[in-house]
């Protein structure tokens, strides 16, 4: 493990040359053994994220289909208050005696 720590800390350079050769050496060695475990892994990656765009597809169809039905609930809640003449209620600004009482009891303390 010396070696391998002298090469990455930049000790000697032949060491790390020497590495590099090997690795070149190496490669056409061990990509025939390593090809199907990295297929497996990559597909493995597709079925993923195929499952993960539908799970998110199908949970945008429900958001879309809870909004439209809210949206259908208020129109429809409105057109029975415009039919009955209701509406909600705005604050007129005028005063009413609870809320003049309070604003005398505030000043006069």
Known sequence: MAILENAFKGGNVLTGL??????????????????????TVLKAGLVAYDQTRVAVAEMNESA???????????????????????????PTGRKTA???GKAAATSGS
């Open 18 to 39: 020497a590495i590099g050769v090997g690795a070149l050496v190496l490669a056409p060695l061990v990509t025939p053994l390593l090809r199907p475990i990295i297929k």
């Open 64 to 90: 879309s289909d809870l909004v439209a039905e809210t949206r259908a609930e208020i129109a429809e809640s409105g057109a029975e208050t415009a039919e009955t003449g209701g509406g909600p209620r705005r």
């Open 98 to 100: 609870a809320t003049s």
